[in-house]
């Protein structure tokens, strides 16, 4: 599968997210698991995410073969007869919202709501929006590899190039990475704080243009 959020950005794997409603992840130049940074210094504590209104916000592109997977099917496929232009391979239109609501349902577990947003027309213009009282872009990279290291296996690598395809190393043996699982790992000060700690990307190829955010 294929998605383009067409805004122009610039990341490593340790890329950043702007703060706009229809801001995404930067486009990244190519970098391979073998030199993905280290996380950078500790920072002082954040302060407890405050209530108050709700603004829709866009979190990330959406993964479409990861919500196939989950329902038994091995990847999405374009699929003009589909109302959202997208099925899954071996059967069942899928539904955007149930895609993303797949991909961030630690953030819903905190209360966020998780929905779709078609940001250009097409099969490939969805994204997933949350609504937050706040959003907050995270600096200090997205270390796949120490992730990885941290979980007992070996380091992270990516033989397809794209976002689904990030896996941690174990004797030849491929663990696919929990991209929002490696933020929480390198930002628990934020986890401690109440925060949904989550990944974003601002397309489905983009996959040394990963970094994390923190949404309340």
Request: aromatic share 8%; proline share 5%; with cysteine.
């Amino acid at each position: 599968m294929s998605h383009t959020v067409p805004h122009s950005t610039r990341t490593r794997p340790r890329g950043t997210l702007r703060r706009t409603l229809t801001a995404v992840l930067t486009g990244a130049a190519a970098l391979v698991a073998a030199v993905l940074l280290p996380a950078g210094p500790a920072t002082a504590a954040p302060a407890a995410p405050a209530t108050g209104s709700t603004t829709l916000t866009i979190i990330s592109a959406v993964n479409l073969d990861a919500y196939c997977r989950s329902v038994g099917h091995p990847n999405a496929v374009q699929n003009s007869a589909s109302p959202s232009g997208w099925s899954c391979s071996g059967g069942g239109q899928v539904n955007i919202t149930s895609a993303c609501q797949y991909q961030y349902a630690d953030a819903m577990a905190k209360g966020i709501g998780v929905y779709e947003y078609q940001q250009r027309s097409g099969p490939t213009g969805w994204v997933c929006q949350g609504a937050v009282t706040k959003r907050i872009d995270l600096s200090g990279g997205l270390d796949l590899s120490g992730y990885c290291h941290s979980i007992g296996l070996g380091d992270a690598y990516n033989a397809v190039h794209n976002v689904d395809g990030w896996m941690c190393g174990n004797g030849g043996a491929g663990v696919r990475i929990d991209l929002s699982a490696a933020c929480r790992y390198q930002n628990p000060g934020y986890v401690q704080a109440g925060y949904a700690v989550v990944h974003g990307y601002r397309d489905f190829t983009s996959w040394t243009g990963i970094g994390c955010l923190a949404l309340a």
